[in-house]
Nanobody
């Protein structure tokens, strides 16, 4: 599967952005999805994840209450709504997909994912 992330940009602190990750190539609704981010000089870290049915989610403590992940399997797309953005949210954001066949679980470790998008830059100014 190929993943195309979009929606990044420059926003002031307190603002909002909505990232999208469009999947193509294979059946989308049998993949668990996740968003990760990597700031300069730091390791890639999990942000949020969602299972393939869309009814189970994970959020990193740093984004709980501010970010929301959702998916539309009919459109082969997963979304990341980011509100109340902070300068420390500045990073390249990556979406990732993992094949699942019977599990309703989400996954939040990078090594658990099979496919990665190219990343989209999010910059939050203070």
């Amino acid at each position: 599967v190929q993943l195309q992330a979009s929606g990044g940009g420059l926003v002031q602190a307190g603002g909002s952005l909505r990232l999208s990750c469009a999947a193509s190539g294979r059946t989308f609704d049998r993949y668990a999805m996740g968003w990760f981010r990597q700031a300069p000089g730091k390791e890639r870290e999990p942000v949020t994840a969602i299972n393939w049915t869309g009814d189970s989610t994970y959020y990193a403590d740093s984004v709980k209450g501010r970010f929301t992940i959702s998916r539309d399997n009919a459109k082969n797309t997963v979304y990341l709504q980011m509100n109340s953005l902070k300068p420390e949210d500045t990073a390249v954001y990556y979406c990732a997909a993992r094949n699942v066949y019977s599990s309703g679980s989400y996954y939040y470790r990078p090594y658990e994912y099979n496919y990665w998008g190219q990343g989209t830059q999010v910059t939050v100014s203070s």
